[in-house]
């Protein structure tokens, strides 16, 4: 298991995602802050296996030797009291106690404003000046006493200005293990293969096979062919291999535009599953499921007669039928001459089923949007609106959408809580619905008068034209006993 840790640990694929059961039932909210996201994925080592007397050491040791891409885009080593802090924040509070609170004095520097502008000009003057060196010119300069200026604060004068180091920087030369899940539901890699033109929806077109499969055991959790490769056919075929195969503990994929998206990164915090993306244009970190895609071509493409296939849903049904047939019943090389079903079912007692959250699985898939309320009280959703609580009109909120059915659901605001559910709109029926009125106003009883006379008793004094209008008087007065 060390091997997929240090895999991951050097690729670019720091935004996965971490939870536990516990933390699953006590944090509901879909939105996370990407910092402790980011802090979560480093754990995951640790917190996602069962560690012995002396373990816990050893493994923040391993952890610190490699470098990290911040969310600040920043690479760097991560030290051993800080990551040990993480762990101990993270067994305390869960995802939530990650977060970063702010500073007091954030955004305020506490170097000399003088001195400030003198590193900013030396960076200017040289970029390539690292955040040593500036400091040691300081120094040398005898603008500051030596160790009274932190790194840290350089940085930050540097990240505020636009002059922090560019991404990409030098880092220590990758290297490539073959790694194995230890136990069947450890790691489910996942991966799509462009496949043949059959007839979908009534006309020839691409079929794109989207598979799941058991790191361990060999075993395709769910594997089927799609009309697309985006994140609704992504996630729908995830959902499968739940509801077949229970939940992984981590999720490996790769970079594509299927995989990178916020809701796949909610759905595995929901699951209580760390997501792992793959680096770019890397094969090396799931070639089990590129070897799957080389059997599928010569074994079952080959082998099968596509004129013969009626649909999509027919192709589907044969594939199906030759993984559960041939696939899963024949011996495999990797695994000892073992089958991929007998290995599986080894660790049955190991595998984490749905439970009560399989008949909420519907709502762990759901979308979440941005959208602006208009002020007739509706929404834009796949080009048809949907009417919100009307005291919503103008805001901006959170719509929960179910992308399968293209249902809106419901709408929360920006930390997750619940504002009110969202309809269908019926123009017509909207011709016979009463307008909500201001609470004071009674169209049978509304007097324009009594509301003026009833709004002068509060009044500090006559008004512009009630002062005119004696004036005028008073001189209209003055005229007549002349």
Known sequence: MKDIEEYSARSNEMDGLLVTEEMLIANTTPTVNLIAMFRATVLGPLVTRELKRGDLKREIHTICQHYYTFPSGERKKIGEKTLESWYYHYRRGGIDALTPKPRSDRGASKIEVEIQEEILAAKREKPHRSLDQLIELMEKRGRIKQGALSRSSVHRLLQRNGLSRPRGAP?????????????????????????????????????YLISWMDDASRLLTHSEFYPAEGAVDVESSLKQALLKRGIPKKIVVDNGSGYKTQSLKEISLRLGAHLIHCRPYAPQGKGKLERWHRTVRAQFLKEMDLSAVSNLADFNERLWAWIDQIYHQRPHAGIDGMTPLKRYQMDLPRIRPLGDRATALDEIFYHRITRKVRKDGTVSYTSRRFEVPYELSGKSVRLVVDPHTKQVISVENKDGEYLGAAILEDKQANTHRERRKPEHYDKETFNPMEKRESSSATTTGDDLVEIARKRQGSIVNRKGEQ
Do not use: C, L, N, T
Request: net charge negative; no cysteine; glycine share 14%.
């Open 171 to 207: 880092s220590e030369p990758e290297e490539y293990r073959s790694y194995e899940a230890q136990y069947a539901g450890d790691i489910w890699v996942g991966d799509v293969m462009h496949g043949p033109k059959v007839i979908i929806d009534g006309k020839m077109g691409k079929a």
